[in-house]
């Protein structure tokens, strides 16, 4: 046990969650140490698609969702699915995953997510002016593209919403339109959405690695270490790790999928699970790939990388112990090479992460209702990356105590 905080601010994981908290931290005034088990964006942060897609509002728990739950057990190859051996488990976050497409939840839960991506975007650009690379970001939009007129009906509803709530976006239903946009792509690609407004990082990894670069050249501190127990004093909080124990005036918990291990240990349950993503890395890129394309109704994307390019998604609902199935990145390949014909598809890297998702696709961004010093930072699914600096800016201004700068109570770690 210690007897005064050896730290004034801990951050736990040093992902794009807990370097953009710590900075955020940083520009308040504090001193931040962050630890991490492994180094900066190692997991999740490092091989993700690169995107800040600020005009994702809709959850992945929509009306009707489960109808559709039985044709995902049983394709296990399929954009969505539950690996037997994980389907008992995951049990009781799909019942809660069931309760949030409820009409009324769901509402609650765009309107959430639009007022975060709202401050997410505008603390995006704050970010890249004081810490950014900007060399890093390119701005070329995002085209999400259709198999046919029956494919788009689907999901025209949220087209109209995104024009309704002033996003800018454009629709198309034609294969040259599309081709203005993406030459190259298929022609069974009748329709097509287009959203301007979305950015990419030239590469996930290296965009973390920047930002926490500039932590450290402002005087910050990263270590690796692996915390396995949170304790909660009156004035400080203690944390256990491989090396000893040490103590924190205020700790922030951003371990991204593995975050609710150390949050039970404070006694709060939080029904955090993974929805595992697959993706495969080309060093070179042999076709021009002129924007962010995403296979709507496939449920995978294609987009660039430093100069070569990566093909991923896929939900994969299979927990943190199960090993990865690479067939799923080989498919979404096979189905990239077939929808943008002559993409060169041998010899990439393959990659699984785990996004951290909460049953209503909004993180938690909140104290802990046991320990107020403590305050969770994680949950972000699909949207982490996007979501980093405005995440950052709220949990710096809940460690201040000054008023964030939207209501987050639907992020609540007490909303369960
Ligand atoms: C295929 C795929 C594509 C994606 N594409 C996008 C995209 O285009 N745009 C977007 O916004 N998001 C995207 N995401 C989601 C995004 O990658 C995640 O939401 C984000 O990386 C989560 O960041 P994080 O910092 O919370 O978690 P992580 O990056 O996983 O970081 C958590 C850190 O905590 C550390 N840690 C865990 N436990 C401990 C412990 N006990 N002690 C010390 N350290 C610990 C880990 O080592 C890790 O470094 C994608 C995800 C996948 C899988």
Redesign the pocket.
Known sequence: MTQSPTHDVLV?????????TALALQAQGRRVTV???????????????????FT?IEPLATPGVMKKAPKWLLDPLGPLSVPPAYALKIAPWMLRFWRASWRDRYDAVVKAQLDLMRHCEAAFERQLQTDGDAALINREGQLSVYDGARAFKSAAPIWQRRKELGIPCEVFDSAGAIAEIQPGLSARFTHAGYTPGWF?TRD?KTW?QSLAARFVEKGGVIET????NLRNRDVYVDIT?DTGVDSAVQVVL??????H??AATLGDQIPLET?????TTFATRNLDIRT?ITFASHGF?L?KNHDGYRV???VELGGLELPPNYKRAEILLKKAAKFMPGLETSGGTQ???????LPDSL?VIGASPQAPRVIY????????????AGTGELVASLAQGTAPAINLAPYSPTRF
Not at 35 to 53: C, I, K, L, Q
Not at 275 to 279: A, D, Q
Not at 351 to 357: H, L, V
């Open positions: 736990i994981g040093a992902g794009i969650i807990g370097i953009s630890w991490d088990r492994t180094g900066v964006a190692e997991e999740t942060s490092s091989g993700n698609a690169g995107a800040f897609a994702e990419n996930p973390a270490k692996t915390v396995s790790h951003a371990a991204g999928a593995w975050s291990r150390l929805e595992r993503g697959y993706n962010h994307v987009s991923g998604g896929a990659w699984m992460g785990y996004r951290p998702s993180p930072a994680f949950g972000h699914g699909h949207l982490g990356l996007t979501q980093s």
